[in-house]
């Protein structure tokens, strides 16, 4: 990270807090929508960008958070609204901690397709359980109690709270991504044997990125289940975020810090914006845009920019 990007963040953080008092409804819909899939592809790429294992299912985690939460939280009906979501939050946490631990050590020894493919298995797994067993009430479907703060409208207030959600998920990518763990991560990404060799423990660095981004992953479905103030099976385990979550992050710069922020931001204006009243033409006219920035910038927008940034410098005249 240059020495210039915390007061960057902080400048972009301060203008997105305040953009709700300002903007219209819809528009701060459509700014929720974009915090909560640009801290999701940051909580993907913890994995996915910086270690290599990229996964087609991390649906599982928002679905098997909001559930969770959903499920404890009617357990203590009698509690406050902003104590159950805390307390949604601890849960959901808590069953996506207990799902990675489960299913690290098997699902880890695969690599490359066979990984993100296994992944996308775990994902229909865990939505048809909620779907066929009673007990989880997929089918029927969860209510979540209203949240807000005084003088804050609900969407002002879960816009902000996907704010902050968002800003600690960078945080702690960006923390990893500094450290002797990121490090490690890295080499795994370039080449797993070759690190292995070298000292790299990669088996438990894999499984803490694993962790790491599972729960970051079920705490924003908690937060996501409470903005939608329902939620049933296909609400939460949807493929489209599956497939998302791996754009995020093509068309950012993937293996970069904020290559899935850029990436989300980019694709939830295109699609929720620019194309969102052409119905019939929607899915056709985002598939081709994807395919013509990617053709365009294969390594992502960071990668494009970096590549002509250095190009430049290149042809500059010596002084």
Known sequence: MKPYAPLFVLLCALLLAAAPGVLPPFYVRVGQITLYSAALGTAWAIPGGFAGYGSF???????????AA???????????????????????????AILSAAIA?????????????????????????????DALQGSLGLNFPAVTMANLAPEAFFYELYLIAGLAVLCVAWLIQRSRFGAGLLAIREDEDTARMLGVPTERYKRIAFFVSAVLTGLLGVIYAHSLGYITTDSVYRDDTNLNLVVFSL??????????????????????VVLGRLLDF???ATGLLLVIL??????????????????????????
């Open 282 to 284: 929607h899915l056709f």
């Open 294 to 319: 990617v053709l365009a910038a294969p390594s992502g927008i960071l990668g494009f920019v970096r590549t002509r940034t250095r190009r430049r410098s290149a042809m500059a005249p010596a002084e």
């Open 105 to 133: 050590y098997p699902i880890l020894r695969l690599r490359g397709t066979f990984f993100a493919i296994a992944m996308l298995g775990v994902s229909h797994v865990c939505s048809e359980l909620n779907n066929n067993v």
């Open 57 to 67: 299912g991390n649906a599982a985690f928002i679905g098997v958070g909001a559930f």
């Open 70 to 96: 959903g499920l404890t939280e009617n357990q203590f009906a009698s509690l406050s609204p902003p104590l159950a979501l805390l307390l949604g939050l601890g849960a959901g946490a808590a069953a996506c």
């Open 251 to 272: 068309l950012g710069g993937m293996g970069t810090l904020f290559g899935p922020a850029i990436g989300a931001f980019l694709l939830v204006f295109v699609t929720q």
